[in-house]
C-alpha cells in the first residue's frame, strides 16, 4: 500500500517552511528534501565515506564530519567533481525521502523540497502544492530574512523554476502575498481537501 503524498514547493522565500509547519500542527508528517541531504552525509553514512575517498580526507572535519565549504568550493569550480557529487547523492537522497515518506504515521505525508519540479519529483507525489508569492515580495522577504542583497535574491530566484512553470503544474495554490495570519485556514481547508484524497486512494488500494 502506497502513501499519498503532497508534495510542497515554491521558489526561495515564497513561505514553504511556514505553510509546512502548519500542516504539521495539523499532526501531518513533513519530509524536508534539504534535511534529507544533510541525514545522507551524516557521519558514519556510506556516502560520506565515498566523498572522503573521491575527493580525499580533507573532506572531512577533525570530528569526522563533512567539510561544507571546502566541498562547495571544489563543485563550485569543477564541473565533473559536481556531477560525480550529484550521482552519488541524488538516488540516495531520493530513496531516503520515499522510504520516510512510506514510513510516515499520519494519513498522508507532505514532502518539502524547494526544488521538487527541478529534481523530477512530481512524479512520486499525487498532488502538487506550490506557494506562490509575487516576485517583489519574495525579494524583499527573503533579503530581510537572510540579510543579503535584492540582487543576490534575483539571482537565486533566476536560477529556479519559472514562476509560470511552477503554477502550471500545481494542483493547488496558495497565495503568501497577504498577512501570515491569513494561512492556518488555507491549510485547514487543503488539509481537509488531502484527507479526502488519501481516504480514497486507500479504499482503491484495497479492492
Ligand atoms: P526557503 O526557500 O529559503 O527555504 P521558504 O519558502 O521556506 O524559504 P519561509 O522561510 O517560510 O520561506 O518564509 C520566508 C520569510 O518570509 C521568513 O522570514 C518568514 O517568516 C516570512 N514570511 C512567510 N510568510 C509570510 C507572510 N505571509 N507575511 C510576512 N512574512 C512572511
Known sequence: MSKFIVGLTGGIGSGKTTVANLFADLGIVLVDADVVARQVVEPGQPALTEIAT????????ADGSLNRPLLRERI???GAAKSWLDQLLHPLIRQQMLLQLQNAGSPYALLVAPLLIENGLTRVVDQLLVVDIQPETQILRTSLRDKVSQQ?????MASQCDRQQRLQLADQ????????????????QLHQVYLALAAEKLAKSLT
Open 54 to 61: 573521491h575527493f580525499g580526507l580533507q573532506m572531512l572535519q
Open 76 to 78: 563550485f569550480s569543477d
Open 152 to 156: 543576490q535574491v534575483a539571482a537565486i
Open 173 to 188: 495554490i496558495i497565495n503568501n502575498d497577504q498577512d501570515a495570519a491569513a494561512l492556518p485556514e488555507k491549510v485547514r
